[in-house]
């Protein structure tokens, strides 16, 4: 072999280590997938609730949730044990609202036969540990080098995957580390909880409910 075709095998392997060493170096997606719309008539009961969700109209969330819906790890279910966890006796005030409303915008998925919001839920399985990943709800979100919204863009996330690099950060921030082990801090409400609410959804009796909203792991 040639001194120019060593040479030339030489670049190939540098230019090949080079290449692998980028790929490892991409931190980790969790993209927000939305594929639930293709049966028609969960496509019209998500309109619903989202109607309900929005006008805060507990009536009509009534009628949308399964009788027996669970709402807690512990075992807690019923509609009443949802009305009593969220107060939803003060319907307009209760936080359940919001929460619904986050959960909703965030894409569909199937899972174990069911269908679950956040849309990436079962993809988030792969990145289980302690304490539990975020991952970026908001395109274009500034991870920066310090918690501050002056502080220089070390990159711009778009549904990463965040582990907490430590449990102190100034209110409001998250401190993390990406899969590829690049840190900063972003904004809270750029990010959310693996482990935070989501909701499931069966066909009972040929309707669609909502058959289990919780947190937890």
């Not at 230019?15 to 594929?35: C, G, K, S």
């Not at 019923?78 to 609202?97: C, F, H, I, K, R």
């Not at 919001?98 to 839920?121: D, H, R, S, T």
Request: proline share 5%; glycine share 8%; with cysteine.
């Amino acid at each position: 072999m040639s001194r120019v075709s060593i040479r030339l095998e030489s670049m190939n392997v540098v230019f090949l280590f080079a290449a692998l060493q980028a790929a490892q170096a991409e931190p980790a997606r969790a993209p927000i997938v939305d594929d639930c719309d293709s049966d028609a008539s969960f496509a019209e009961y998500r309109i619903s609730l989202a109607k309900a969700v929005a006008s805060k109209d507990k009536a009509a969330l009534r009628q949308l949730v399964d009788p027996e819906i669970s709402v807690d790890l512990g075992g807690g279910s019923g509609w009443p044990a949802l009305v009593e966890a969220w107060g939803l006796d003060g319907t307009e005030n209760s936080a359940l609202w919001a929460e619904l409303a986050e959960v909703l915008a965030l894409g569909c998925g199937e899972y174990q036969g069911q269908k679950i919001m956040p849309g990436n839920f079962s993809s988030l399985g792969e990145f289980e540990g302690f304490p539990p990943p975020y991952f970026s709800i908001s395109q274009g979100a500034a991870l920066r080098s310090e918690p501050s919204d002056m502080a220089p863009v070390r990159m711009l996330l778009d549904n990463h995957i965040l582990l907490e690099q430590d449990n102190w950060a100034p209110e409001g921030w998250l401190h993390a580390r990406l899969t590829n082990g690049q840190t900063g801090y972003v904004r809270l409400h750029a990010v959310r909880n693996a482990i935070d609410y989501r909701a499931t959804f069966e066909r009972r009796n040929g309707k669609w409910l909502m058959t289990s909203f919780l947190a937890g792991d």
